[in-house]
């Protein structure tokens, strides 16, 4: 089965094109916020490097957040159009497991972490297992202090992953054992988005269309600030 991955969770995007052999081709562009523009086109030339056509993929993988409000809508909604016209199952995978499984062959501990904006962090910690990472903590959203805690009360060497980490790498970087990742695994990888679904589709562990939805994890900033008008206006 060809899996085609889209990943528009950060400021980069990319898609992929993979399978049982492996990933076939991939793409990526740094275009700030410009996801809308970027991704069609992106996807058009992966195909064209994987001398393949867009009937002959089996399923849609997406990154589904946490991340930017507006890459995920634009990521999410371009991946269920696609799975809808090509009647073909989707799969949805977290960014913050995206960042880690690159870094798969570590001892430390992994902590992925992507830039949330306002002064906070999108981040979950990682070991590595037989075949990949496992999860040892929820999804999070804290500030860089909160992280450095959790990493002080852990007391074990770790390897940060992500732009959040790099953003506050001064903050970070004051608890001892931590190594940071380099620029190369700063954002979520569009082939480990493909490799992460190849095995989930052997599983079939698709999901409905329908109930694919972006990952949030917290209140988008136009979301806030009505709130708070209303709650000025009723006061």
């Given amino acids: 089965m060809l899996i085609l991955g889209i990943e528009t969770a950060t400021l980069q995007a990319g898609c992929a094109i993979g399978g049982h052999e492996g990933v076939l081709a991939e793409f990526h562009v740094s275009r700030?916020?410009?996801?809308?523009?970027?991704?069609?086109?992106?996807?058009?030339?992966?195909?064209?490097?994987?001398?393949?056509?867009?009937?002959?993929?089996?399923?849609?993988?997406?990154?589904?957040?946490?991340?930017?409000?507006?890459?995920?809508?634009?990521?999410?909604?371009?991946?269920?159009?696609?799975?809808?016209?090509?009647?073909?199952?989707?799969?949805?995978?977290?960014?913050?497991?995206?960042?880690?499984?690159?870094?798969?062959?570590?001892?430390?501990?992994?902590?992925?972490?992507?830039?949330?904006?306002?002064?906070?962090?999108?981040?979950?910690?990682?070991?590595?297992?037989?075949?990949?990472?496992?999860?040892?903590?929820g999804y999070q959203v804290g500030t860089a202090d909160d992280l450095a805690s959790e990493l002080l009360a852990t007391g074990h060497e770790s390897l940060l992953v992500g732009d959040g980490a790099h953003r506050y790498a001064g903050t970070l970087g004051e608890v001892g054992g931590i190594e940071f990742g380099d620029a190369g695994f700063a954002y979520p990888s569009a082939s480990a988005l493909v490799e992460l679904a190849h095995a989930r589709a052997l599983r079939e562990e698709f999901v409905p269309t329908w109930e694919l939805e972006p990952f949030y994890l917290r209140k988008a900033d136009a979301e806030i600030n009505w709130e708070r008008r209303d709650a000025a206006e009723a006061s």
């Fill in 32 to 137: 700030g916020r410009r996801h809308a523009e970027v991704l069609a086109p992106a996807i058009e030339f992966t195909c064209r490097q994987a001398l393949i056509e867009l009937k002959e993929i089996g399923a849609i993988a997406v990154d589904i957040g946490p991340g930017l409000f507006t890459g995920l809508r634009v990521g999410v909604a371009t991946a269920k159009a696609m799975a809808q016209a090509l009647r073909v199952p989707m799969i949805g995978v977290s960014s913050l497991d995206l960042l880690a499984f690159p870094v798969r062959h570590t001892s430390k501990l992994i902590v992925a972490a992507i830039d949330a904006r306002r002064s906070e962090l999108f981040y979950a910690f990682y070991r590595q297992v037989p075949g990949g990472v496992q999860r040892q903590s």
